[in-house]
Nanobody, 127 residues
Framework: QVQLVESGGGLVQAGGSLRLSCGTS????????MAWFRQAPGKQREFVAA????????SYADSVNDRFTISRDNAKNTVYLQMNSLKPEDTAVYYC????????????????????WGQGTQVTVSS
């Protein structure tokens, strides 16, 4: 049974930082591109960042580029999202997702391309 479990969310003031983690089990972690998506109240889920299994390619949404950094530890089957210079508009539930892509290639950014999802962790940025 595949499980993705996010942690690290919380309440932070604007300009602050948070580090999200997503631990996985039940899948061959090295065969998956991993990504973070987010969904704000009343809005559609949107792509945030992704990293290939080999870590040779990363992709970011324009809205978080230069503020967020995605990384992964293949030995720990965990993916991270370091979020700096947080803004109130970053407030959302953040979801971890896995896309089976053992051959690598450009990370996907469409929701339907991802095979597995976590339950999400709330991030709230106060102004």
């Amino acid at each position: 049974q595949v499980q993705l479990v996010e942690s690290g969310g919380g309440l932070v003031q604007a300009g602050g930082s948070l580090r999200l983690s997503c631990g996985t089990s039940g899948l061959i972690f090295n065969s998956y591109t991993m990504a973070w998506f987010r969904q704000a109240p009343g809005k559609q889920r949107e792509f945030v960042a992704a990293v290939t299994w080999s870590r040779d390619r990363t992709s970011y949404a324009d809205s978080v580029n230069d503020r967020f950094t995605i990384s992964r530890d293949n030995a720990k089957n965990t993916v991270y999202l370091q979020m700096n210079s947080l803004k109130p508009e970053d407030t959302a539930v953040y979801y971890c997702a896995a896309d089976y892509k053992p051959g690598g290639g450009l990370p996907a950014f469409r929701i339907y391309e991802y095979d597995y999802w976590g339950q999400g962790t709330q991030v709230t940025v106060s102004s």
